[in-house]
């Protein structure tokens, strides 16, 4: 590859944090919460124009993974705040029954009212924000992270931190800090997509369809339960889908896709969309873009042509980028097994706790590639967020240090804010001790989450 040789230059160190979160999505917004409700000085900084990750800008159907198979609550603290100021906003209705019996419960969400509301929480908080400053660069002090480097509308700029929250999703601080990453080479990762919302929809006609052929959709309740609810949840449409692939209305094979139903509104969110690609690398992302805005048109035509309710239908939204399954997970000081999460496993420092199935997608087939239940819930400790081989950085998200399957339970909204909240905490106490991560004593962080409303047990 052809080099070019840039000018050296003088990037100025605008202010020094205690705590620096990069990435504003559902880990990084509640990691930044806890850091400073803990008295850290916080800085969150962000790629996009708003706070939110892919249950914003994704348009998510819910958020999930707050409950485990037998009933038994795994997440609340402030991601439960989070979800009553949503409630209280008239943005969510809350826990409501998964109709597919997929899982427990899920929390549909009103998305725009999403982005204002997790924006004022933070702000409330004391968090200084950064918009449109994705992080170009990573300060560092032997093997230490000591801070970011950003680029936005006030140019390359430099902030200072004791420690550094890397919630980008796809560990890009942990890449440019020198991580080392878990590997299967074998192993393509799940594919992305592109979640979109159609306006116009007569749920009426449409349960009248569901209730006369149950046999091509899974279901958890029966479907006289779907009538009169404000919010249906449906996985199917196998024969149609069949039917339009093969005539060339749709040219993605698929065997089922998952419907997002708010009935006063006549809207559905709808998850269908599926590419392959490689989410680190930008031509990909491109690629993907392109045939994944394709795909929405040719299935919003699809809901058209095919399914009763739907022919008046139309493309009400649509996701504003790619939305990523996996990517990188750094290698950490211990990693999250498959086994450990099938058996429920515990771990002495244990910061929160999952318990949503494996959930798995085929990078290149028609359906899941694993859709695994889960017996109970199962520990993710301090030590799946540490990096092996880097000091002053800790992450939230999906790209923890854990193995494929393990991931594609972990990686749920609900999962994912209670990591925020157990890295912010971690983050503002080794900055106020002046610790290192590893170093802090567990139970004293165990206890911290505990009064705040973290279920660890």
């Given at each position: 590859m052809k080099t070019i040789t840039e000018a050296a230059r003088q990037t100025p160190l605008v202010e020094t944090y205690d705590v620096i979160v990069a990435g504003?999505?559902?880990?990084?917004?509640?990691?930044?919460i806890a850091s400073a409700r803990n008295g850290a000085r916080t800085l969150l900084v962000e790629r996009s124009g708003f706070l939110g990750g892919h249950i914003a800008s994704q348009l998510l159907e819910h958020s999930a993974g707050w409950f485990d198979a037998a009933g038994r609550r795994i997440v609340a603290g402030l991601p439960q705040e989070l979800v009553d100021r949503l409630v209280s906003a008239g943005a969510s209705p809350g826990h409501v029954r998964d109709d597919t019996g997929y899982t427990l419960s899920r929390v549909p969400v009103n998305h725009e009212m999403f982005k204002s509301i997790v924006t004022g929480m933070v702000a409330q908080a004391g968090v200084d924000l950064l918009f449109f400053s994705?992080?170009?660069?990573?300060l560092k002090d032997d093997d230490k992270v000591s801070g970011l480097i950003v680029e936005n509308k006030s140019g390359r700029t430099a902030y200072g931190a004791d420690v550094v929250i890397d919630c980008t999703g796809d560990a890009d601080v942990a890449e440019r800090a020198g991580c080392a990453f878990l590997s299967e080479a074998d192993a393509p990762t799940q594919p992305v997509s592109l979640l979109f919302k159609l306006g116009g929809i007569d749920h009426q006609a449409l349960l009248k369809h569901v209730a006369a052929n149950e046999q091509d959709f899974k279901l958890g309740v029966a479907t006289a339960a779907l009538v009169g609810e404000d919010h249906v949840n449906l996985w199917g449409f196998g024969p149609q889908l069949a039917r339009a692939f093969d005539?060339?209305?749709?040219?993605?094979?698929r065997n089922e896709l998952h419907y997002s139903g708010w009935v006063r509104s006549g809207e559905a969110v709808i998850n269908v969309t599926r590419f392959a690609a490689d989410a680190t690398r930008s031509e990909a992302l491109a690629e993907a873009e392109i045939a994944l805005r394709r795909q929405v048109l040719e299935f919003t035509e699809f809901f058209r042509r095919y399914i009763p309710g739907a022919q008046n239908c139309f493309l009400s939204a649509s996701a504003s980028c790619v939305g990523v399954r996996e990517s990188r997970r750094i290698k950490g000081r211990n990693i999250l097994t498959d086994n450990d999460v099938r058996t429920g496993r515990r771990f002495e420092d244990a910061v929160l706790r999952g318990g949503f199935p494996i959930d798995s997608h085929d990078p290149k087939g028609a359906s899941l590639d694993s859709a695994e239940h889960l017996a109970s819930g199962y520990d993710i400790p301090l030590s799946v967020l540490v990096p092996a081989d880097v000091d002053g950085l800790i992450v939230a998200g999906r790209c923890i240090s854990a193995e494929r399957k393990a991931l594609a339970s972990a990686r749920i909204s609900g999962t994912c804010m209670a990591m925020g909240q157990a890295a912010g905490t971690a983050a503002a106490m080794a900055s106020r001790l002046g610790k290192p991560l590893p170093t802090l004593d567990i139970g004293d962080l165990q206890r911290v989450l505990a009064e705040q409303g973290a279920i660890l047990r």
């Amino acid at each position: 590859m052809k080099t070019i040789t840039e000018a050296a230059r003088q990037t100025p160190l605008v202010e020094t944090y205690d705590v620096i979160v990069a990435g504003g999505g559902t880990a990084g917004v509640i990691a930044a919460i806890a850091s400073a409700r803990n008295g850290a000085r916080t800085l969150l900084v962000e790629r996009s124009g708003f706070l939110g990750g892919h249950i914003a800008s994704q348009l998510l159907e819910h958020s999930a993974g707050w409950f485990d198979a037998a009933g038994r609550r795994i997440v609340a603290g402030l991601p439960q705040e989070l979800v009553d100021r949503l409630v209280s906003a008239g943005a969510s209705p809350g826990h409501v029954r998964d109709d597919t019996g997929y899982t427990l419960s899920r929390v549909p969400v009103n998305h725009e009212m999403f982005k204002s509301i997790v924006t004022g929480m933070v702000a409330q908080a004391g968090v200084d924000l950064l918009f449109f400053s994705p992080v170009v660069g990573v300060l560092k002090d032997d093997d230490k992270v000591s801070g970011l480097i950003v680029e936005n509308k006030s140019g390359r700029t430099a902030y200072g931190a004791d420690v550094v929250i890397d919630c980008t999703g796809d560990a890009d601080v942990a890449e440019r800090a020198g991580c080392a990453f878990l590997s299967e080479a074998d192993a393509p990762t799940q594919p992305v997509s592109l979640l979109f919302k159609l306006g116009g929809i007569d749920h009426q006609a449409l349960l009248k369809h569901v209730a006369a052929n149950e046999q091509d959709f899974k279901l958890g309740v029966a479907t006289a339960a779907l009538v009169g609810e404000d919010h249906v949840n449906l996985w199917g449409f196998g024969p149609q889908l069949a039917r339009a692939f093969d005539d060339g209305t749709v040219s993605l094979k698929r065997n089922e896709l998952h419907y997002s139903g708010w009935v006063r509104s006549g809207e559905a969110v709808i998850n269908v969309t599926r590419f392959a690609a490689d989410a680190t690398r930008s031509e990909a992302l491109a690629e993907a873009e392109i045939a994944l805005r394709r795909q929405v048109l040719e299935f919003t035509e699809f809901f058209r042509r095919y399914i009763p309710g739907a022919q008046n239908c139309f493309l009400s939204a649509s996701a504003s980028c790619v939305g990523v399954r996996e990517s990188r997970r750094i290698k950490g000081r211990n990693i999250l097994t498959d086994n450990d999460v099938r058996t429920g496993r515990r771990f002495e420092d244990a910061v929160l706790r999952g318990g949503f199935p494996i959930d798995s997608h085929d990078p290149k087939g028609a359906s899941l590639d694993s859709a695994e239940h889960l017996a109970s819930g199962y520990d993710i400790p301090l030590s799946v967020l540490v990096p092996a081989d880097v000091d002053g950085l800790i992450v939230a998200g999906r790209c923890i240090s854990a193995e494929r399957k393990a991931l594609a339970s972990a990686r749920i909204s609900g999962t994912c804010m209670a990591m925020g909240q157990a890295a912010g905490t971690a983050a503002a106490m080794a900055s106020r001790l002046g610790k290192p991560l590893p170093t802090l004593d567990i139970g004293d962080l165990q206890r911290v989450l505990a009064e705040q409303g973290a279920i660890l047990r």
